[in-house]
């Protein structure tokens, strides 16, 4: 797998653009019904196994987006996948394709919210289970009070 | 006091087939750190494993949106304490591949040398506390530790007097670094390289003719090539899984391009691959570490003027993934610069998190003395799991 192949393969399977960097490719604005078959196609057709990270960002009034990484080490492709959420900040889960993506998903729900759909054990990972709120949303000040000794 | 109910289960879980679900941690001397491990036992064969982490967190990547581009670099340094040089860089590389600022050649290779000696102070670090947790098998095992920390406190006193602090150097700035080498340092550096690569074979005879390391460590927590890469771990377990990777190869950065070592690979996967993939790493480090002072090139250790305020790095508009392959893996910075003196968001990718999901897909099976083995074997730092 090259990066051009993978560039035209996005384009010709999803319609969305591959910026990149060398070897490393960006694709924004992958639909959210549609993530979780981009990864596949990500796994099984650009050979993308290795999974590196997934994390949120708080675009404040556009919503959240969901970022993910993964990466062909064989041929050195990587590939970092964006997708937005709708206000209900619900996303469907990478972990049938990704056992890493677990506890990534847990540690993205703890921090943004966002409810993966199909996620086997989504609870808090970080916070203690009876937290209040999301801290790294932008509308959580980082003064926000909590019970002492947590 | 006990109430009689809860005691009967707890007997009943002694009798044979039935499941006992036993607590370790999250104060343990095994654990390198807080964590809590719920077992689910059969008899002394663990049925599945329950990971409570989040002891040691501070929201890491909240304090990254909060503090100037100047400022957090030092506190990255407290991610994984174990090798703070590596955290930082992650973070100033970042910045600086959004700012596309340039780095003098003299500051990439300070940051190689400083990177390869922490590699050697980590790793002296995992392999004495890792012997003590299968102390049992060293007959007592404490004498491995002290040798490992006798090295490791050589490495430190460099560091200590290269940036003044023994742990948490802040040493790393966007566009540079901050110290200069002091006179004589490089040839004390040579010095104590050379002296950890003949207490190396040392180490080595010891462990490697010992028949109870070999039995304990063997065959224990097999991670195949596939598991490894979805689950996403990295670094020496990565590649003790037959994943010849390494970002200092295959993706460069800060000169290593320039510099000529091998990565180790072993093909087994279990604790004894990984404790030999990084024996080998230690003595590739070495080999760094002197190419870095036979070629250091002179000139400024920084692009940029010497810090007047805090908020005196902006960096454009713009985002970036940097990572660098710490001595677990790698650790990685995914930052999105909005154009003022703070990061609009900074994701941490840390290595010991990765490494740390995959107990639960390797422990069952085990029996519960070769969880303290996998655990070791991992070599988790829990301020970069917890962030």
Redesign the interface.
Known sequence: MTPDRAISLVQERFGLQAAGEGR?LTVEGVPVERWQEFFRFAKETLGC?????L?A??WKEQGLEV?C?VEN?ED?VGM?AKARLAPDARCPSLTGL???A??MER?CYD?FGVRFEGHPDLR?????QDWEGY??RKDYA?DTPHPPYR | MADPEARKVIELGYGGNERLVMNMGPQHPSAHGVFRMILTLEGETIAALDSVIGYLHRCHEKLGETLTYAQYPSIASKTDYVAAMTSELAYVLAAEKIGKIEVPKRAQYLRVLVAELQRVASHCLWLGTWCLDIGGALGGGATVFLYCFREREMVLDLFESLTGARLLYGFHQVGGVRYDLPEGWAQRCRDTVDRIDQRLDEYESMLESNTAFLIRSQRVGVISRELAQEVGIAGPLLRGSGVDFDIRRDDPYSSYADFDFKIPVEEAGDCYARYRVRMQEFRESIKIVRQALDGLPEGPISSRPALKSVGQVRIPKGEAYARVEGPRGEVGCYLIADGSPKPYRMKWRGASFSNLSILPHIVPGHKVADVVAIMGSVDPVFGEVDR
Request: aromatic share 20%; hydrophobic share 50%.
């Open positions: 490393y196994r290795f999974f590196s990270f994390t960002v708080d970022v990484r080490l050195g970092l990704y056992r890493g677990d506890w540690e921090m808090r990972i970080l916070l203690s801290p790294l980082v």
